[in-house]
């Protein structure tokens, strides 16, 4: 069929398109010392994170919508990011979600599970050629489950951002993380233990200091909800290029804009779509 055709040419594509930038990342120049001569653009991935905490007094608002053309599946967040007064290093924030699972279509869109987030720099900043952040988050089940938007129990995920300049115009991000929900409700309204792990990598490329190259590589595995007793999990493996740009303004306000074509690769599980990207970072206090 046409459309499975122009799916496996966009899958190889970008697939191609990682090993050449890693075999760019493997190149000598790699193992330079220093950190970018110019300033470049450190915002969070469209499908990881970036190792980099909120500067001091510096505010985040980060919209993101995604669609997948053959699951209708639609998912739209916001997530708003403070650093802590006083200590930079303790970073604050939220994110909300509007759902429409694929699977209920005819129910149209409803609000998702809510997350609320704590990270801290462990290991560097933006200004440095390595940065580590972890996260931990507290999932609180305000979606409705039997609808496909959210779990139906409160859980707790790890995430583990890593950020590496690896030459003078090139980073890559990795992520490494796991989800715990202990009483995940099921579609018959029983309870299960439901699990999580995620792993990804993406490389960000600065043509110029307003305007970057993506590419990212997502792998996330769930045991099934509906019959945790039987070991099946679902894995999922996400390829997605896109473009990032911003705008910045006197004022210290920086826009930032961006878009990117995720696509399912799993066996079984194909699937493409569109990510649609927003953020404005700006400063609300000086310390």
Not at 39 to 59: C, K, M, R, T, W
Not at 227 to 238: H, I, L, Q, S, W
């Amino acid at each position: 069929m046409p459309g499975i055709s122009l799916l496996r040419h966009l899958s190889c594509a970008a697939i191609w398109a990682h090993v050449a930038i890693v075999g760019l990342a493997l190149q000598p120049a790699a193992f330079a010392q220093t950190a970018p001569a110019q300033p470049h653009i450190q915002d969070n991935s469209f499908l990881l994170e970036e190792a980099y905490n909120q500067e001091a007094g510096v505010v985040q608002h980060i919209s993101s919508l995604t669609r997948f053309w053959d699951s209708k599946d639609w998912t739209y967040s916001f997530t708003q990011e403070w650093p802590v007064p006083r200590h930079p290093r303790h970073q604050i924030s939220f994110t909300v979600a509007g759902v429409r699972n694929g699977d209920f279509i005819g129910h149209g869109v409803g609000l998702g599970d809510l997350a609320l987030h704590y990270r801290y720099q462990l290991v560097g900043a933006g200004n440095r050629r390595l940065a580590i952040a972890p996260r931990l988050s507290a999932l609180l089940p305000t979606g409705n489950p039997r609808l496909g938007r959210g779990f139906g129990g409160a859980g707790v995920q790890l995430n583990l951002p890593l950020s590496l300049v690896l030459v003078s115009r090139l980073a890559t991000h990795v992520n490494a993380g796991v989800t715990l929900i202990p009483r995940a409700r099921q579609e018959s309204g029983a309870r299960a233990r439901v699990t999580g792990f995620n792993l990804g990598q993406s490389f960000v490329y600065d043509v110029h200091p307003r305007f970057n190259l993506m590419l990212e590589t997502l792998w996330t595995s769930w045991n099934a909800a509906a019959a945790p007793d039987t070991g099946r999990r679902v894995n999922d493996v996400f390829v997605s290029p896109g473009v990032r740009w911003a705008y910045n303004f006197s004022s210290g306000l920086q826009i930032v804009p961006g878009l990117a074509v995720p696509i399912r690769v799993g066996p079984g599980a194909r699937d493409r779509g569109l990510l649609l990207y927003l953020s404005f970072e700006h400063r609300m206090w000086h310390e």
